[in-house]
């Protein structure tokens, strides 16, 4: 079975400094890593992906996410966090290989931004 | 049309009665998957689809909660005698493909209320 942990529900930080969000997953054999921000009454918008290559991932919006094999983990990272990117952030996993095509998501970071 | 489309937006339902959800996917997505989201927790897959065949079932609830795609393109998430239980937000996902690592669309959701 495949999993996220997204193992803190709050992150609290001042504009100007950056903002890291913490997710480890479990899959079978090598995995697609996404990140999602949901915003208020909105669906789930997309951030970047890790499918292959290089373990740093540049995304949108200024976010970058680093894959760290050995720790099961890719943290969301944004160098200068803004106002604008108080939201929840959630990190779903998916295996690359076999017939199981669903994503498994984390139970989701709630992001705050203080000016 | 440009993106995924859900609707409505949001649905009250008295308990015991049914609803019909409808999701209308990115044209040309070979992947629709549905999503529910309780408060505050990350989205739970419920079902998939490729084109009109339903390969995934597995998160489906109960057996009052049935999905199609009849032709392949548009879905209907449908729920009997609904319970309070049910009330969440109900999100819909369309892929280009499956196999390849490709990004999911989503809705905004449905916000169904069961009271």
């Known amino acids: 079975a495949q999993s996220v942990a997204q193992p803190e529900d709050q992150v609290n930080v001042a504009e100007g400094n950056p903002l890291t969000v913490k997710c480890t997953y479990s899959v079978s054999g090598n995995p697609y890593l996404f990140w999602y921000v949901q915003y208020p009454n909105r669906g789930l918008q997309f951030l970047l992906k890790?499918?292959?290559?290089?373990?740093l991932v540049k995304g949108s919006y200024g976010f970058e996410a680093e894959f760290n094999k050995s720790q099961t983990s890719f943290h969301l990272k944004k160098p200068s966090a803004l106002v604008s990117d108080s939201a929840l952030y959630f990190c779903a996993v998916r295996a690359s290989w076999g017939n199981d095509y669903k994503l498994s998501f984390g139970a989701g970071t709630t992001v705050t931004v203080r000016a | 049309g440009a993106g995924v489309s859900q609707s409505p937006r949001y649905k009250v339902a008295k308990r015991g009665q049914d609803v019909a959800l409808r999701c209308d996917p990115i044209?040309?997505?070979?992947?629709l998957f549905w999503y529910q989201q309780a408060l505050g927790q990350g989205p739970e897959f419920l079902t998939y689809?490729?084109?009109?065949?339903?390969?995934?079932k597995s998160g489906l609830p109960s057996d009052r909660f049935f999905a199609e795609r009849p032709e392949g393109s548009v879905s209907t998430l449908k729920i009997q005698r609904t319970q309070q239980e049910d009330s969440a937000v109900y999100l819909c996902a369309s892929s280009l493909g499956d196999t390849g690592p490709y990004g999911y669309t989503f809705g905004s959701g449905t916000r169904l209320t069961v009271v």
């Open positions: 890790y499918i292959t290559g290089d373990n």
């Open positions: 044209s040309g997505h070979v992947s």
């Open positions: 689809f490729q084109n009109e065949a339903q390969l995934d």
